[in-house]
């Protein structure tokens, strides 16, 4: 099977530095895996300012 030279990179990269692949997911769950806190989720949209449809017009 046809694998790219990035990829075959990257597997050996992987294979040899294995603690890569437990700092990724420590990380992501860092940043992405998380509990939305739907009052903060509810003030962000409400505090929304619309954007005017050509930004760089003046006023």
């Known amino acids: 099977m046809y694998q790219s030279e ?3 990179f990257m597997n050996d990269f992987l294979a040899k530095n294995p603690q ?3 700092e990724r ?3 992501r ?3 992405w895996d998380r509990k939305l ?3 903060d989720l509810r003030r962000w949209n ?3 300012v619309p954007q ?3 930004v760089y017009q003046p006023d």
């Open 6 to 8: 990035f990829t075959q």
């Open 20 to 22: 890569v692949e437990s």
């Open 25 to 27: 997911r420590e990380l």
């Open 29 to 31: 769950l860092t940043w």
């Open 37 to 39: 806190d739907l009052e």
């Open 46 to 48: 409400a505090s929304k």
């Open 52 to 54: 005017k449809p050509y």
